[in-house]
């Protein structure tokens, strides 16, 4: 999980310049009425149900729940650090959610 998100800060220039390529498409996609909407979903579904078996080898019961939290503040994330076109906010984001994942195991 930690390995996910210094990959995702990695990418804050990136980031900071266009935001999240995942969550713009899938944000973009939402609006059609295509079909193309429920493909991206599956991809962003295929990323939440491996942050949850991440989750669950920790031994957390409640790793669903918990693999929400991250892939949501950093799509939020992404959001800000792209409107702002700051990197640190991602950056400082990923610090904060290793910081997280530390206190739960």
Known sequence: ???LLRGWVE???LTARH???TGSLASELDERGDGLDRAVA?????LL???EGQFAAMGRDDARELAVA???AYQGAALLTNTFR?????EAEGRHLERWIDTLA
């Not at 700051?86 to 991602?90: R, S, T």
């Open 11 to 13: 990418q804050r220039d």
């Open 42 to 46: 599956g991809v962003m579904a295929r």
């Open 86 to 90: 700051d990197p640190g906010l991602v």
């Open 19 to 21: 935001g999240c390529p």
């Open 49 to 51: 149900d491996w942050a």
């Open 1 to 3: 999980m930690k390995a």
């Open 70 to 72: 991250p892939l949501g």
